[in-house]
């Protein structure tokens, strides 16, 4: 059973430019949400999305945006890169409707912004 | 908001000593709690978790108490090894939204 997993693993953009990031979730699970963590800090919650609609969303600007599809993958995209978006992004899976479920992350995605 | 406050590491140890990190954290209701374990360059593991009050989770020789009255979690370890050097870190989860909030993890340093 595989667990969640990301692509790619590392890339290189140039200021200005776009990024998607990529996840599969868990076998099973139906909610999929994204969190960023810059070098040396913990992970910050972008938002989640359950039933391809975005359910909760943390302080990100509109520069983040996402989607989810009918096979409950979901992408991550980010417009206008900044310096400071440079950091590890996480995706995590989970079940909702489970009381007290386990979220999994995956292995991140490493963005570099030059 | 909910919150997370963690010891600063980083905390170093020698092989087989007793480990303590404190995690107290500010939430509403009686969320799940979860520790999770960094290593470096990698995502983060699920290390255990408690869903309600009294609840100790325990994995791999590590172990937590959900404490209600004082919305503690302390994760504890009897004999640390030097494979257990990684980055700790405690998160409540909103039950109903499955969001987890993070401090800023505590880095435990082993030593042979």
């Known amino acids: 059973d595989a667990g969640v997993t990301q692509s790619p693993t590392h890339l290189i953009k140039t200021r200005g430019q776009q990024v998607t990031l990529r996840c599969s979730p868990k076998s099973g699970h139906d909610t999929v949400s994204w969190y960023q963590q810059a070098l040396g800090q913990g992970p910050q919650f972008i938002f989640q999305?359950?039933?391809?609609?975005?359910?909760q969303r943390g302080n990100f600007p509109d520069r983040f945006s996402g989607h989810q599809f009918p096979n409950y993958s979901s992408e991550l995209n980010v417009n206008a890169l900044l310096l400071g978006d440079s950091a590890l992004y996480l995706c995590?899976?989970?079940?909702?409707?489970?009381?007290?479920?386990?979220?999994?992350f995956g292995e991140g995605s490493w963005l570099t912004v030059v | 908001g909910d919150s997370v406050t963690q010891m600063e590491g980083p905390v170093t140890l020698s092989e087989e000593a007793f480990l303590t990190i404190n995690c107290t954290y500010t939430?509403?209701?009686?969320?799940?709690l979860f520790w999770y374990v960094q290593y470096p360059g990698e995502g983060l593991q699920l290390l255990l978790k408690?869903?309600?009050?009294?609840d100790k989770g325990s994995n791999k020789g590590f172990e937590a108490t959900y404490r209600k009255e004082t919305t503690s979690f302390h994760l504890e370890k009897g004999s640390v090894q030097v494979s257990d050097s990684a980055v700790y870190f405690c998160a409540p989860a909103r039950n109903a939204g499955n969001m987890l909030t993070f401090g800023g993890g505590t880095r435990l340093m082993v030593k042979p």
């Open positions: 995590a899976s989970s079940h909702t409707g489970t009381s007290g479920n386990t979220i999994y």
């Open positions: 939430a509403t209701g009686y969320p799940s």
């Open positions: 999305y359950y039933e391809e609609e975005e359910r």
């Open positions: 408690a869903t309600k009050a009294d």
